[in-house]
């Protein structure tokens, strides 16, 4: 997930909480056709998670695990070790030129891209390391992601707008062809995703929604805030809305 050096990550407390966008990421995960031998990018990897489910569809194949923070890839290496040689970690910014030799047979990608703004830059990165006709299947958070939490975040005081982009699915048609990309399509999909107890949605908040503006406060106002935006959500429940892309490299 973690793409943008926003704020440092809680590797190990994301890999535990991220229930979610696992179950997000396995979903879209289906829509990859692959014959098992391809070489794919996995852009904005994480803690691994699903791209342990990947790499079991790919028993031929190789997988390129990318993310710009070192602690994510730490924690995915003992969970993709036995895939041995078959899996290449690389930390990088899929804002600059990938340092990745060769073309790749598809990117993959689940829970990253809303935390780059500049999504043009993004695209013609990963064109640029794509072969022609490579598959490109991927998931983001999408316009109106979250709305409850940007509306309580305004409530406890906060004017920042946050670190997201969270495109439409028109915008970002026009951006995946502009990059290169054909047969393109992108549509938005809600997914309401309910904790336990508001507690567990709490610890979510802290660690995984609210910790690019915690990073930008005083420690005394940081756990106040989360209360503050905790409490302002009606129920346990956060009202995600997630943008799909599936293409093809032109």
């Not at 396995?26 to 014959?35: G, H, I, N, S, Y």
């Not at 030129?97 to 990117?107: S, W």
């Not at 399509?185 to 503006?213: I, N, Y």
Request: with cysteine; charged share 25%.
């Amino acid at each position: 997930m973690s793409v943008l050096r926003t704020h440092d990550w809680d590797a190990r407390t994301y890999d535990r909480i991220s229930d979610p966008q696992t179950r997000w990421g396995a979903k879209v995960l289906d829509r990859l056709q692959l014959q098992g031998d391809e070489r794919v990018l996995d852009a904005g990897c994480g803690t691994g998670r699903v791209s342990e489910q990947l790499l079991e569809r790919l028993p031929h194949g190789r997988l390129i695990a990318l993310d710009r923070d070192p602690a994510m890839l730490a924690e995915a290496k003992p969970r993709l070790e036995r895939f041995g040689n078959r899996v290449e970690f690389v930390v990088a910014e899929l804002l600059q030129p990938l340092p990745i030799e060769g073309q790749v047979d598809a990117v993959f990608s689940t829970a990253a891209f809303h935390w780059i703004k500049d999504h043009d830059t993004l695209f013609r990165n990963l064109a640029a390391v794509m072969r022609p006709g490579a598959q490109f299947v991927a998931q983001c958070g999408g316009h109106g992601n979250i709305q409850a939490v940007v509306d309580a975040i305004r409530a406890a005081g906060e004017s920042w707008e946050g670190p997201w982009c969270y495109a439409t699915a028109e915008e970002t048609h026009a951006q995946l062809e502009a990059a290169g990309f054909v047969e393109v399509h992108t549509w938005l999909s809600d997914e309401p995703t309910p904790f336990d107890t508001r507690e567990d949605m709490r610890e979510f908040l802290e660690k995984v929604v609210l910790g690019a503006h915690l990073a930008r406060m005083p420690e005394e106002r940081r756990q106040p805030f989360v209360a503050a935006v905790t409490a302002a959500i009606p129920e346990p429940r956060l009202d995600y809305v997630r943008l799909n892309m599936v293409a093809r490299r032109g």
